[in-house]
């Protein structure tokens, strides 16, 4: 293959980035991507098995998911590194069983190094240094911008980490040998201050600095350099220099003039005092401490969005900071400075250092930093991002004992800084609202949101406390509010005049409640609006645009979804909207993270509402109708594929955007579009049935069924696919009346189309809904009809589920041998179509004909497989039913623990959807496991609640009952009496479904 006549430049040493002309590729998609493309340049010379990679890259992945990782990582790589117009495997290779680079195709910094480091080796240690080892040392060492790939910690990259390392250092210290040699004092000194960055920890390397500091006539700055390795070695190796560099630095106390420099900054410049109690951040705290006290770094940016707490944190972290630099800890707000020009003048003060003719203010509080170990913080510098950096830059080699520590609403972009990002304190979620009150209340006291809540309310009300009352809303409150510390001081303070429930009917104007009273605070905290316009107005007018249109998305959006409904222009494209949210991310403006291979970004609702204000009539109109065409599309896309081998990855995608399609479908709705509105409720049908949606698509539904205009006639079609939609959500929610009209009228539509497919389709939920009523001879009958029509249209997937429908229905009638071979057959047929809910549901139900059978081995097997598959999926439906037969099967085989763990989960997820024919079953089964254990009179309560919810819905327990009720309130009278019996029996006919859930849940003994 002809070598391509632009090469790519792979660079590893500090960072990860790929060039090609002025092109330059430094984001990826995944950390793993740029692992990927690292491991493959650094080892250029032979092609890589996709297992070893897959082992790599991905050891705790299993091959599968792991060798979809790499196909993906693969296929992006491609798109970035071969471009429109070059040749497919010009630079990446890759087929079935490896992967690789083409080798002419690229260099890598590493190999320039290494060449470098070669040219530049002596044939002898002793061996003078002439002008060409000279240049190819010079040159490995602007190579080297910083270690192997940071932030990776792959084995490979760890060792060959410390392998570059150990070439590096000694190319240094030829040079610094070789300079000293020549008395060029200047280089001399910024090798070996290189090398000692690099190591600091090398006694050695700070012998080579003091001495040429010496040598060069710097006595003073000498000592202060032993100060500090005297420091460093005992606190991070309990050692202390050895009797050379103690002899060096005795030379150099009786040599060492009166030095004519700025006094040392005054210890302990007052950090400002916090009246109020801290909550939270431990954990970037720690990792503060951690990179500061024993990782070596001197420039640390805690990055936020406005209001995160950032400077609270800063004033935290510099507390706690303080022992270890001995109270020298400076603090210099600089919110009210405009100019970066006068940071050194602000610091000289702040200093209190005398004003001097002879050297400017950089240097003066340079020298008075460099006295001792120093920490400084620079508080809230977002503002000042363009000139502050090289000055910040300056002051860091000036003073070389100096550690910064900057708050920011977005980095610097410095050599050698590490950022801490500063998120929203964690707010409640909703889980908590299924864990039963006194749990709930006592995992509310851990979260930070709500311990800020409770005590800034607490300041301007003693009495206010987190009681059970108030807890749920107290939650909502820190949820809606986002976490976001400055919101939740706003609203706490109302605390006085308001209830958690009323401010919560207040927060759908959040900004007008979100307003402080206090003179004591910078104007731009005294209002979220005015914190949230700080951020917005530091923006150029291209990004206030982008992000005001951003705020159409919710739950978070992809860069496609991006590109197609906020971009006006074509040609900006992809890559100038991806460029458009970095940015913002890096202003603290926009969360990234990964979800499904794929990178999702979001941002906080506050932040939405603020950016949703900022809509005008000429944004707001043609911007929410491409967002609700861009979901449309992609509802109709997944459609196909939801009874499909791809269903997983297509069910995960809706997930994910689950939020948007709802905001698409709301406005839709509001601009009465009952034609795509339907088109787009058909389309989410079997989303909506799978992932245990089935109350918000019956409400969806019944929205659009209730707009003023309909469908016209000639779109029948449409009209009958919504309502079979709607039968089926009805169905779910065990409205059976309802259900069965909807179907009728369906099916009516289907006849007057001559439609085969859909009939069946209308049949088959006919013939389930009369299964449930246990009217199985017409139940039979509808379905028999169904897999016709769907066979004769030649519609597998139709067949497959009316055989399924067939098989349950035998299982009702308690005919074993033809349930097996109809639920065999559907579970045959759905494997074929690759629909793996569906053929997970077949194996359950295959579980139960075990059951029956008394095979309680066979059947926990296969009950456990369709579990796994169903869970794998997503679908909460059949996830709680398969819990619910697993809590059976463990019931009968005296596995009371594990059935009553199987049934917790059931129940749980039972509740969560709404799905009362399952909470009916579980209640009866938590009932039977009561009995099991001799608990007669709670089982008596637990059987007669779910035999009243059994009659409201409608339902059959069969082929359970009669025969296992008989048997356990048979047992049950014998063990209570005649009047027990009927006391427990009436008290459990009065419980509501979640009541009787909640007593098998807490009364097990």
């Not at 084995?155 to 040699?181: C, K, S, T, V």
């Not at 507390?319 to 630099?325: E, I, K, M």
């Not at 990964?594 to 999702?600: A, D, F, L, P």
Request: proline share 5%; with cysteine.
């Amino acid at each position: 293959m002809d070598s391509p006549q632009a090469h790519w430049r792979f660079e590893l040493l500090g960072a990860m980035r790929g060039r090609l002309g002025d092109h330059v590729l430094e984001r990826f998609q995944t950390q793993k991507t740029a692992a990927l493309l690292a491991y493959l340049a650094y080892y250029p010379e032979r092609r890589h098995t996709r297992e070893s990679l897959v082992d790599i890259l991905w050891p705790n992945a299993d091959l599968d998911a792991g060798r979809n990782r790499l196909s993906q990582a693969v296929g992006w790589l491609r798109a970035q590194l071969e471009p429109p117009g070059s040749p497919r495997g010009g630079v990446l290779l890759a087929d079935r069983q490896s992967v690789g680079l083409n080798p002419p195709s690229f260099v890598t910094d590493v190999s320039q190094f290494e060449a470098a480091i070669h040219a530049g080796a002596a044939s002898e240690d002793s061996a003078p240094m002439d002008e060409r080892r000279r240049a190819a040392l010079q040159q490995a060492v602007a190579l080297y911008h910083g270690d192997l790939l940071p932030g990776h910690y792959d084995d490979w990259a760890l060792a060959e980490r410390a392998r570059l390392l150990g070439l590096y250092l000694p190319a240094l210290r030829r040079l610094i040998e070789d300079y000293e040699r020549r008395q060029e004092w200047d280089r001399a000194l910024d090798y070996a201050r290189r090398a000692l960055a690099a190591d600091p920890l090398a006694e050695e390397l700070h012998g080579d600095l003091m001495r040429l500091l010496a040598a060069s006539g710097q006595p003073a700055a000498a000592l202060r350099q032993f100060k500090e390795m005297e420091r460093l070695l005992a606190k991070e190796l309990g050692d202390e220099p050895s009797a050379a560099s103690r002899q060096l630095i005795a030379d150099l106390r009786r040599i060492a003039p009166s030095p004519r420099t700025a006094p040392a900054a005054k210890r302990g410049a007052a950090l400002p005092l916090q009246m109020t109690r801290f909550f939270g951040r431990e954990t970037e705290i720690a990792q503060v401490r951690a990179l500061i006290e024993t990782g070596g770094a001197r420039l640390v940016t805690l990055a936020g969005m406005g209001g995160a707490g950032k400077t609270r944190m800063a004033i935290e972290t510099a507390t706690r900071l303080s022992a270890h630099f001995q109270d020298a800890v400076f603090f210099a707000p600089l919110a009210d400075l405009n100019d970066a020009r006068l940071i050194p003048s602000v610091l000289a003060d702040l200093l209190t250092l005398p004003a001097s003719g002879d050297s400017m203010p950089l240097e003066r509080v340079a020298s008075a930093l460099s006295a001792r170990p120093s920490l400084l913080v620079l508080d809230n510098l977002e503002h000042l991002i363009d000139e502050a950096p090289p000055l910040i830059r300056t002051l860091l080699e000036l003073a070389p004992s100096l550690t910064i520590l900057v708050t920011s609403r977005q980095r610097l972009n410095l050599d050698g800084e590490r950022e801490i990002d500063v998120p929203p304190l964690a707010a409640p979620t909703e889980e908590l609202s299924a864990a039963p009150p006194d749990a709930a209340l006592e995992r509310l006291t851990r979260i930070d949101s709500v311990r800020l809540f409770v005590d800034r309310a607490q300041s301007v009300r003693p009495s206010f406390a987190l009681t059970p009352q108030n807890a749920e809303d107290i939650a909502r409150l820190c949820a809606r509010l986002d976490g976001l510390p400055l919101a939740i001081e706003l609203c706490a303070a109302w605390a006085q005049t308001l209830t958690p429930a009323q401010m919560l009917a207040h927060l759908t104007r959040r900004f007008d409640l979100l307003v402080s009273r206090r003179t004591d605070i910078t104007p731009r905290h005294r209002t979220l609006r005015a914190t949230l316009e700080y951020s917005y107005l530091l923006l150029p007018p291209d990004l206030q645009d982008f992000f005001i249109r951003l705020s159409v998305f919710r739950g978070g959006w992809t860069l496609d979804a991006a590109t197609a409904i906020c971009r006006d222009v074509p040609e900006q494209g992809a890559l100038s909207t991806l460029e458009a949210i970095t940015e913002m991310h890096e202003r603290s403006l926009v969360a990234a993270e990964e979800v499904n291979g794929e990178m999702r970004y979001r941002m906080l609702e506050t932040l939405r509402e603020f950016a949703v204000e900022q809509w005008t009539m000429a944004v707001e109109g043609p911007l929410q109708q491409r967002h609700a065409e861009f979901f449309l599309a992609l509802a109709e896309q997944a459609e196909p594929h939801l009874a499909s081998p791809e269903q997983a990855a297509w069910f995960a995608r809706l997930e994910a955007e689950h939020d948007n399609l709802r905001a698409a479908l709301d406005w839709l709705i509001a601009r009465q579009d009952e034609d795509k509105g339907l088109r787009m409720a058909v389309a989410l049908s079997k989303f909506w049935e799978m992932r245990g949606y089935l109350r918000e698509a019956q409400q969806w539904l019944e929205r659009l069924r209730n707009l003023p205009s309909h469908v016209p006639q000639d779109n029948l079609r449409l009209r009958a696919r919504a309502l079979n939609a709607y039968a089926v959500s009805l169905q779910g929610l065990t409205d059976l009346t309802q259900a069965e009209i909807y179907a009728r009228e369906a099916l009516a539509a289907w006849r007057t189309l001559d439609d085969a497919s859909g009939m069946a389709g209308s049949l088959e939920i006919l013939g389930e809904i009369a299964m449930m009523h246990e009217d199985y001879g017409p139940a039979v009958r509808l379905l028999e009809e169904a897999r016709s029509l769907a066979h004769g249209a030649g519609d597998q997937v139709m067949t497959a589920s009316a055989v399924h429908s067939l098989g349950r229905i035998a299982l009702a009638r308690e005919n074993w041998t033809e349930a097996w071979s109809n639920l065999s057959e559907s579970l045959r047929l759905h494997r074929t179509l690759g629909d793996q809910n569906k053929a997970a549901a077949a194996l359950n139900n295959l579980g139960l004909v075990a059951r029956y059978r008394g095979e309680l081995m066979a059947a926990r097997d296969l009950l456990g497989q369709a579990l796994s598959e169903h869970q794998k999926l997503g679908d909460r439906h059949r996830v709680a039913i398969s819990q619910l037969n697993l809590g059976t099967v463990n019931r009968l085989d005296g596995q009371y623990g594990d059935a009553l763990a199987a049934l917790t989960q059931a129940t749980t997820l039972a509740l969560e959807i709404d799905d009362r024919r399952v909470q009916a079953w579980c209640i009866k089964e938590i009932g039977h496991l009561a009995c099991a254990e001799g608990r007669f009179e709670q089982g008596m309560r637990l059987l007669s609640a779910s035999e009243s919810l059994r009659k409201a819905l409608g339902i059959s327990f069969s082929p359970a009952d009669p025969d296992e009720l008989d048997r356990d309130t048979a047992l049950g009278k014998a063990a209570l009496g005649d009047a027990g019996f009927a006391a427990a029996w009436t008290a459990g006919g009065a419980l509501s479904a979640t009541d009787a859930i909640e007593e098998g849940r807490a009364n097990r003994v």
